[in-house]
């Protein structure tokens, strides 16, 4: 079952000049998507299209059956989609707790269940509740802004680069995380620079360049592919 | 000299609250509002207009509490006043600056149009009351007591330090252990994560408002019962403000509420070597000197 689509987007951040054009993508149900692709090719003002911060000029995005195209937001994310930028992606003066429970906020019942649940999901975090988002290293500061997003027990995640400016070892840690949360029922849209390790866990891939859908296949099926080998994996 | 200290004390904790309100109000919407001064007198004078107007009206006794200068009308007309004001700085923000922030409008922009609040404000208070110096009771007797050291302080003074820590305190609790307090000031870190996450802003930004003017309407009222009401007192405070606001650095309440102890004491203690008219410089002084040496402000420089 499909869960998310976007279909024919157009979008950019002024009128006069756009990003994408004509860009379609398709999440299956409990499934990761990984959107790869050049530097400026678009793939981070996709994740704001779907997450109504950027409206399409173009388009349509529907969740499940129903059209949210044009919606803001604090709409969209009750809607049960949530997301995290790729920077400023925690309050910094707020402790790792109060993060969460800015997560939490659309929500009205007791999340005292969900919130020890992101705390095994992250141990650590769990350890330092008490401690500032601001003070914490780029790796923990990833954790905070996931579990903030997982706060609301989305449907889907849209996730910008979850890897950039982490190191080696935390990238792999954080992919493993990634792997967690989609096994928990999360589908998943992750957007990366880091293309062959987003590939190896997506289900389905989209390559994108200079606004617009180039390929998709599965995975798989992309890592073994010559020329996207060639342009987006480095050889 | 000691006790220009503890007057300064009571003066700067007045300035306080309204530093604590600019302070809030810049962190959130990144906006200097020149009328904060203003909705400080707009806050003293509503108070004159009930204690002095409405409530005689109604009926309600003019009796003092003890030594207070003041009895159950102000009793009445301090949070009623703190309301309104609350209520006016919503105003103008959902008529005034709310159109200029999403016309993107410069901060320059924004900041020209709050003078044009604050001259609003002034001149309604100028027509309405004139430019006399006015008291919440005329007439009145001031008895002081006597603390050690020789100082003397009256015990609306003592009663101004309570309500004003009070204040404080309340809203400390507030912002720590609400949700719409939390909200605030996650909307303060970071205004985009927080549309993210389903905050809803545009309420975060009238309660920022609503709390900004009441605590105005606070101190406006307490430097009347202090000092006196008059229609250019919140043109006069509006150096302290600023001087407190960016010596406590910019969108932190607790450095507002030092800054305005800091600026309140050293416009008193002044007055020991220079005539007290140069009060005002003192607090432009120290603000000049703290932008060209400090200009994240005491507290600032240590987040990230």
Redesign the interface.
Same mark, same amino acid.
């Given at each position: 079952m499909i869960i998310l689509q976007a279909e024919n987007i157009t979008a950019g951040y002024t009128r006069e000049v756009n990003i994408l054009y004509d860009v379609g993508i398709r999440l299956t149900s409990g499934q990761i998507v990984s959107v790869i692709g050049p530097n400026g090719a678009g793939k981070s003002t996709l994740l704001k299209t779907i997450f109504g911060i950027l409206k399409p000029t173009n388009g349509k995005i529907s969740l499940k059956d129903e059209d949210i195209t044009g919606l803001k937001p604090d709409k969209v994310a009750n809607k049960g989609i949530s997301y995290v930028p790729q920077v400023d992606n925690v309050f910094p003066s707020l402790t790792i707790q109060e993060n969460l429970e800015m997560g939490a906020f659309i929500r009205n019942d007791d999340y005292s269940q969900r919130l020890n649940e992101i705390y095994e999901l992250f141990p650590i975090l769990g350890d330092r509740r008490k401690q500032k988002a601001g003070q914490l290293s780029g790796g923990q500061r990833q954790m905070v802004a996931m579990g903030r997003a997982l706060m609301v027990d989305p449907q889907v995640l849209l996730l910008d680069e979850p890897s950039a400016g982490l190191s080696p070892k935390l990238v792999d840690m954080i992919f493993e995380k990634i792997i967690d949360i989609n096994k928990s029922g999360v589908s998943m849209i992750i957007v990366e620079q880091n293309a062959r390790e987003a590939l190896k866990m997506a289900d389905h891939g989209y390559v994108l360049a200079m606004g617009r859908n180039v390929l998709d296949d599965s995975g798989d099926e992309l890592l073994a592919n010559e020329e996207v080998g060639r342009l987006y994996l480095g050889g | 000299m000691l006790e220009l200290v503890v007057y300064g004390i009571v003066f700067g904790s007045i300035i306080s609250l309204g530093a604590i309100g600019l302070t809030l109000v810049f962190g959130i919407i990144r906006f200097a509002n020149f009328a904060h001064g203003d909705l400080m007198s707009s806050g003293a004078y509503f108070a004159l207009f009930m204690v002095t107007g409405l409530l005689s009206w109604i009926g309600v006794p003019d009796t003092t509490f003890g030594s207070l200068s003041f009895g159950w009308r102000m009793l009445i007309a301090f949070p009623v006043s703190m309301f309104m004001v609350g209520c006016v700085a919503i105003a103008a923000d959902r008529i005034l600056y709310r159109k200029l922030r999403n016309n993107k409008s410069s901060p320059v922009m924004l900041a020209m149009s709050s003078l044009g609040v604050a001259f609003i404000i002034r001149m309604l208070i100028l027509i309405f009351w004139g430019a006399d110096s006015l008291f919440y009771r005329p007439g009145l007797m001031r008895p002081a007591l006597e603390l050690p050291l020789g100082v003397k302080i009256r015990p609306d003074q003592i009663l101004i330090l309570f309500v004003v820590f009070s204040l404080v305190v309340l809203l400390h609790l507030y912002l720590q252990k609400t949700?719409m307090g939390?909200?605030m000031?996650?909307t303060?870190?970071?205004m !985009?994560?927080?549309?993210?996450?389903?905050?809803?802003t545009e309420r975060v930004i009238i309660l920022t408002w609503g709390v900004g003017g009441a605590l105005a309407a606070a101190g406006g009222i307490l430097y009347g019962i202090d000092v006196q009401v008059h229609a250019y007192m919140g043109w006069n405070f509006l150096i302290p403000l600023f001087a407190a606001t960016i010596l406590g650095t910019i969108g932190n309440m607790w450095g507002a509420l030092v800054g305005g102890l800091v600026i309140g004491v050293a416009q008193q203690v002044s007055t020991a070597f220079l005539l007290s008219t140069y009060k005002p410089a003192v607090a432009f002084m120290l603000m000049i000197l703290i932008l060209l040496f400090r200009p994240k402000g005491i507290f600032g420089g240590k987040? !990230?």
């Open positions: - | 949700k939390k909200a000031r996650a303060a870190d970071n !985009e994560l927080a549309l993210v996450s389903g905050i809803d987040q !990230e």
